[in-house]
């Protein structure tokens, strides 16, 4: 397994699944369009562009394969799975709870997360950011964003 | 550009918030320039959705203003502390590091400051003059020929920017298919929505390019681990040489900024490349050349004024086709669009006062930047200093806002995080970002443009082909495809006779 599984091979197998599936999606709905005689029809491009994603794929997944034996890089996924499901966590509690309470929050532990240890100054900071950009956007902007229940800001 | 436009154009820019948000700006834009890891696309990507509450021109002068200080200043980094702001100054660390640990960064920030300055200025110029010209022989388009066009610009864009041809034209195809996500303008079908309504209207840009180049850059950082031993920065100043000294130079600034708009205007070459020819042009002619790469200032005006003068060469085809030259374009197509401003021949004909604005806000950004730069090089040197987490910290909290208050749309903010994820996931897999943007920004005028064709052609594609212009660029399509393959064939032969 370890000499076909790298980056290519992954990236190839990827594409190659995303065009499937988006292809049967475009069929599926294309049959049910209603075209006058001498229209072009609405997924001629995206279909057109998903074969050819699939071709691309291909040649990807077997240049991958041909490859072969290549290491996928040592990286800190744990640091990456962190900082995806802060913001995961951010964008899902954002509109119930509102920007000016989980913005800091995920300023704050994207920070940390990133090693930054003074926690003193990433709280002043991860305040200090969001309370800018609260007051640019809302106040001077004229832009709202999601409000804290129950404080209406 | 008239004089009545010209004059019409400082009417738009006396306005005292125009001259004070492109000031603002210009800061930010050398800021965010001078952060290693971010770069122009990212700043641009993040104060897109301030330019909302701006009336057209005042947006247009703020990006005009990032887009020039920001690739000004990378040179910052790549001179203090041997580590480029953005790529395209990679080639001004060769000398501009050298020079400032013999003691002498005050006078590399000022051949820096001033080579990019006139490198821009010149790209102006060329703008000016070549933007007009090449509008009037777009009037000769029509649907299949804008389409030829475009499927040129993409391909050439995606195959020349990557390491990797092959993963550039992916990206642009990505791009593509994303653009048709939502209700069909033409049919009204729903494409890619699988019974979501908020898909419907489809994929806004701004989310996109925040997860793409900001978001990504957050994960990418977590994955590498920041380093906690900061790179000494050395202490610093601003000084510009005597007269004398730039008069001696004079060749390689032409040569640089000629280059370096040349280059701008070809799709996908971009500043990188033009910074790094200009350099390479400079220490062959030199005869100074043995001291490139210690301290020779000639090589970093070459790079500087080549990579500067980008700026206005890539948006020669941007404003006069609507054919972004690279990401950084792609971008100010993107914002100009948001703003009602569509590029192409009816932008010259009908709004020649607006055009004549953006030649005027160039030259005005231009100036900025070495009036900030000359004045708040010490700044930009502490900046530099920041703790990289805490600026990563920043580029969150101005995410997760910026892609909301777009549409004031969560799903936006999904859409940010989830492009920031694979983006990060692309990067590993070494497939280049800008073509996804481009291709997104071109997919629709590209469909648009294949369905009237096919409408007027009966759908008969190959009825396309009795357009010269568009057989024209057919066929350079095909050469610029099958280059690498001729490139690999050719030294073969030459071995072989």
């Known amino acids: 397994m370890s000499r076909v599984v790298n980056t290519d091979t992954l990236l190839g197998a990827a594409g190659l699944a995303a065009s499937a599936v988006l292809l049967v999606s475009s069929y599926r709905q294309g049959a049910t369009v209603f075209l006058l005689p001498g229209d072009a029809p609405p997924f001629l491009v995206p279909q057109l562009f998903l074969y050819l994603l699939a071709a691309i794929s291909v040649a990807i997944l077997l240049g991958g394969l041909r490859r072969g034996g290549v290491r996928l890089d040592a990286r800190n996924w744990r640091a990456i799975g962190v900082g995806f499901a802060t913001l995961v966590a951010a964008t899902a509690l954002m509109k119930p709870l509102g920007y000016l309470v989980v913005a800091p929050v ?48 | 550009m008239g004089i009545d436009a010209f004059i019409a154009a400082l009417g738009l820019l006396a306005d005292p918030w125009a001259i004070l948000i492109m000031l603002l700006a210009t800061v930010v834009g050398m800021i ?33 203003a990032i887009y020039v200080s920001s690739v000004y200043g990378g040179s910052i980094p790549a001179i203090l502390i041997n580590v480029p702001g953005t790529p395209q100054s990679a080639a001004t660390t060769f000398d501009g590091y050298p020079m400032a640990k013999a003691g002498k960064a005050a006078e590399a920030l000022g051949w820096v400051t001033v080579a990019s300055t006139i490198g821009g200025i010149f790209s102006m110029i060329v ?39 092959i993963k550039g034209l992916l990206a642009g195809v990505i791009g593509v298919i994303l653009s ?53 920065i050395i202490s610093t100043g601003f000084k510009i040489a005597r007269f004398r000294d730039w008069w001696a130079m004079k060749r390689t600034i032409l040569r640089s900024s000629v280059l ?22 400079a220490k062959s002619a030199s005869p100074n050349s043995e001291n490139f790469g210690k301290g020779e200032p000639e090589g970093i005006v070459a790079s500087e004024s080549a990579n500067n003068a980008v700026t206005g060469g890539a948006l020669v085809p941007t404003l006069a086709l609507g054919i972004p030259g690279d990401a950084a374009t792609a971008v100010m197509l993107g914002a100009l669009v948001i703003h009602g401003i569509t590029p192409g021949f009816q932008l010259f004909n009908r709004n020649p006062d607006l055009v004549s604005f953006i030649f005027v806000a160039l030259l005005v950004a231009n100036i900025m930047m070495l009036i900030v730069g000359a004045m708040m090089a010490q700044v930009f040197s502490r900046v530099l200093k920041l703790p990289h987490a805490l600026v990563m910290g920043g580029v969150v909290a101005l995410s997760l806002a910026g892609s909301y208050v777009i549409r004031f749309s969560v799903l936006d903010v999904w859409v940010a995080v989830m492009a920031g994820i694979s983006g990060l996931l692309l990067r590993y897999a ?12 071109l997919g629709t005028p590209l469909e648009t443009n294949l369905r009237q064709g096919l409408i007027v052609t009966q759908m008969q594609p190959l009825k396309f082909l009795e357009s010269p212009i568009a057989v024209g660029f057919f066929t350079l399509t095909l050469i610029v495809v099958l280059w690498p393959l001729l490139k690999r064939y050719l030294p073969k032969r030459r071995t072989i006779d």
């Open chain 1, 106 to 153: 995920a300023v704050f532990v994207t920070v940390l997360n990133l090693g930054y240890r003074n926690l003193l100054v990433n709280a002043a900071v991860s305040v200090g950011i969001v309370a800018l950009l609260y007051l640019l956007l809302v106040s001077f902007a004229q832009m709202p964003l999601p409000t804290v229940p129950g404080l209406g800001i």
């Open chain 2, 32 to 64: 965010v320039g001078a952060l290693p890891g971010l770069g122009t696309v990212t700043a641009l990507a993040m104060i897109l959705p301030f330019t909302f509450v701006l009336t057209g021109p005042q947006a247009i002068g703020l990006l005009l």
């Open chain 2, 127 to 165: 703008l000016v003059f070549a933007a007009p010209q090449l509008a009037a022989l777009a009037v000769q388009f029509g649907s299949i020929e804008t389409f030829a066009l475009i499927v040129f610009s993409l391909t050439t864009i995606a195959w020349v920017s990557a390491g990797n041809p």
């Open chain 2, 180 to 232: 048709t996500v939502g209700v069909d303008e033409l049919s009204g079908a729903d494409r890619f929505t699988f019974g979501n309504f908020a898909l419907s209207a489809g994929f806004h840009v701004v989310p996109i390019l925040i997860g793409l180049f900001a978001l990504s850059e957050v994960f990418v950082t977590a994955g590498q681990g920041i380093s906690t031993t900061a790179k000494p």
């Open chain 2, 260 to 281: 370096g708009t040349f280059l701008g205007v070809l799709p996908g070459v971009g500043a990188t490349a033009a910074s790094l020819i200009g350099y390479a042009q």
């Open chain 2, 430 to 441: 070494n497939v280049p970002l800008a073509p996804i943007v481009i291709g997104f920004i």
